[in-house]
């Protein structure tokens, strides 16, 4: 996800809409203040969904953005050629639970969120620590009380020391030059300035924390000329120390027993992407807010490790993985720490959009490496995903997946992953005005290009790496956390509508491209937290239409189908027809204008008469056909 750092703007007023559901008839049917019905949702039509899977072969969605802007009605032609097949499909769309204090026990979204999970009915669903909720995401949240804290910066940052107990009585160890090794064994290497210990000691001794930058003025001088690349290592002692640590794991267990109770058979993508903020060489957060489901924005990311040789990060991403897959682990100091979760980890994705922290693709690499073979020593079945990118640089993505600029046993990547949030504006004014929606849908299609890029890459530096597009999204300029809270204007009802729409086209279009997994993101999101790429409604606990159309496309699609031939002479009009592995026949439409769309389907297969039918797409119409009882229908999405 993005982290929002555009302009804050007022914006006008606007209709809310709280949710959908789909039913078997149409508009007559009113809203009930009942559960929504996950498990049927063609219930409200009065058509149970295992009936309506018995009667539907194609099957149809969305969507267009005109149920309230009728500009008029256009024709348009579809024609189906159920013998002739294009391609296989290989994606599983999937989605991501990004932890929020709306998904944890008791509140409003709980129940509906996690049986949504069930019904989604997919592997690759992601489950992503996200950093605005330490105390929800972060399992030690303070390095260990232990006698000795060590850090290692490079020429021109800043290194930060912290005793949690006692003040820093001792400096036993200072080398600004080339030092070697790691906590512990550090050792002086070819350069070293003779100035190291009393630079140190005169900023940090008797001090509970301080800070030193790394330049050559602090130390007195340049102590090797000839040589460019410079860092500092130091070891401090502490006056007191009780080796105790802070790992606590309370908030997060329900989180993450809910989740893979909902997602139980299926391959999970585990994302505690937020290591502790103690461990990078940033300014040392001194206290949290008591309440956990407070945002902290300000948790911070540094952009280089305190401790180079990455022991320390990957030990910690070790320990979780233990605390999950193997009962328990072994602490900093020896102690055992038993959690009794024997949990079956598919995938493992190592940091989330490293890319707006930021740090460099070679650091990255560098702590995906440590991680990965930490993690192999422990189980070598788990699989690895990275870099989870932002902003999609194809310099990146072409270094992360040359295997030269890996360490030497690491293995090829599993998986390489990346995110896409289409912003249908940049104007904020504009925020509310759905005729700027349509947007999304050429962002869609500059994005499909870099998908093709991305592939080529892959195909060249590392064919046997998969594509998972964990996140796929639309956001509208002005969400918090620049936005002043609480959020004061609701979305319009057909931000849903147009976001959906795009997401199944992007699906339908990555999948002769070869993507293996895209997930919709995400579950969940609030007024305060990026509320435009929500699923759910945070006032009422239910799904909204994205949610809905995932669903719907996972109920009637998915990896196997078989793509045939299928074509629209109207530029708006995306469509594709499937013989599914089920053995029906299913057709996809997506109609990306705001006018109504009256669309002659015609269909062609061998041994049979052509036929054709005729459908007209509003927001949010699905259409299906049974071609061998002729039986046709509607089933409609009503935006509430």
């Known amino acids: 996800m993005y982290r929002v750092t555009r302009p804050v703007l007022p914006t006008p007023e606007a209709p809310h809409t709280t949710s959908c559901t789909v039913t078997g008839r149409g508009r007559e049917d009113e809203d009930t203040d009942e559960d929504w019905p996950i498990d049927r949702y063609h219930e409200k039509g009065g058509v149970p969904e295992e009936e309506h899977r018995m009667r539907c072969c194609i099957l149809l969605l969305l969507c267009s953005l005109c149920s309230f802007f009728l500009l008029g009605v256009w024709c348009a032609n579809v024609v189906v050629q159920w013998d002739d097949v294009a391609f296989v499909n290989p994606t599983s769309s999937t989605t991501q639970l990004v932890i929020n204090p709306l998904a944890r026990r008791g509140t409003l979204l709980h129940n509906g969120t996690f049986e949504a999970l069930k019904r989604i009915n997919r592997d690759h669903v992601r489950f992503q620590g996200w950093y605005p909720y330490p105390k ?4 030690e949240l303070y390095p260990p009380s232990g006698l000795h804290q060590c850090a290692t910066a490079s020429q021109n940052n800043t290194i930060y020391l912290q005793c949690r107990e006692g003040v820093i009585s001792g400096i036993d160890f200072a080398s600004y030059g080339t030092p070697q090794n790691s906590c512990g064994t550090f050792a002086k290497g070819k350069c070293d300035s003779v100035n190291s210990a009393s630079v140190v000691e005169s900023l940090c001794l008797n001090k509970a924390s301080c800070s030193v930058q790394v330049t050559n003025s602090i130390f007195g001088g340049d102590p090797c000329p000839s040589i460019p690349a410079k860092w500092l290592s130091v070891q401090a002692r502490c006056s007191y120390a009780s080796n105790t640590t802070s790992w606590d794991f309370s908030l997060l267990d329900p989180l993450m027993e809910d989740f893979m109770s909902a997602t139980e058979g ?9 290591p502790p903020s103690w461990m990078w060489n940033a300014p040392p957060i001194s206290s949290l807010p008591q309440d956990p489901n407070q945002l902290v924005w300000n948790y911070t990311l540094g952009r280089e490790l305190r401790d180079a040789s990455m022991q320390e990060v990957s030990s910690y991403y070790v320990r979780v993985y233990e605390w999950y897959a193997k009962g328990g682990f072994v602490d900093e100091f020896g102690k055992y720490h038993h959690s009794g979760h024997y949990y079956n980890i598919t995938y493992w ?59 030497p046993s690491v293995p ?135 949610l809905w159309t995932l669903i719907m496309m996972n109920d009637h699609l998915g990896p196997g189908d078989k793509a045939v031939q299928t074509s629209s002479d109207d530029y708006d009009l995306f469509a594709q ?64």
Request: hydrophobic share 40%; net charge negative; with cysteine.
């Open 412 to 546: 090829p990547v599993d998986y390489v992953s990346y995110h896409f949030y289409a912003w249908p504006t940049n104007n904020i004014t504009q925020r509310n005005n759905v005729s700027v929606y349509l947007g999304l849908f050429s962002q869609a299609d500059w994005f499909l290009g870099q998908i093709q890029q991305i592939q080529k890459i892959r195909s060249t530096l590392s064919p046997s790496t998969k594509t998972d597009i964990d996140e796929v999204g639309s956001m509208l300029v002005g969400d918090p956390p620049n936005q002043p809270n609480p959020y004061p204007v609701p979305l319009p009802a057909l931000w849903w509508n147009a976001a959906a729409a795009m997401y199944a086209y992007v699906y339908a279009r990555a999948q002769p491209l070869g993507v293996e997994a895209m997930g919709m993101s995400q579950m969940i999101a609030d007024p305060d937290n990026l509320p435009s790429i929500a699923m759910m409604d945070w006032s009422t606990g239910k799904p909204n239409a994205r």
């Open 136 to 139: 929800l995401v972060v399992a």
């Open 577 to 640: 027809a499937y013989k599914t592995t089920s053995g029906r026949q299913a057709l996809l439409l997506v109609n990306k204008s705001l006018e109504k769309k009256l669309v002659t389907i015609q269909q062609q297969q061998e041994g049979t008469a052509s036929s054709s039918s005729s459908v007209t797409l509003a927001s949010g119409v699905a259409y299906y056909t049974d071609e061998t009882t002729g039986e046709a229908g509607y089933s409609e999405a009503l935006f509430r």
């Open 349 to 407: 994705e190592v940091l989330n959009e490293y890319d707006l922290d930021p740090i460099t693709i070679e650091l990255y690499t560098k702590i995906y490496d440590a991680v990965v073979l930490a993690l192999r020593k422990v189980d070598l079945n788990l699989q690895f995903i990275g870099p989870a990118s932002a902003n999609r640089n194809m310099a990146d993505i072409s270094y992360f997946l040359n295997s030269s600029n890996h360490a």
């Open 266 to 274: 299926h391959t999970h993508v585990i994302d505690l992407c937020t």
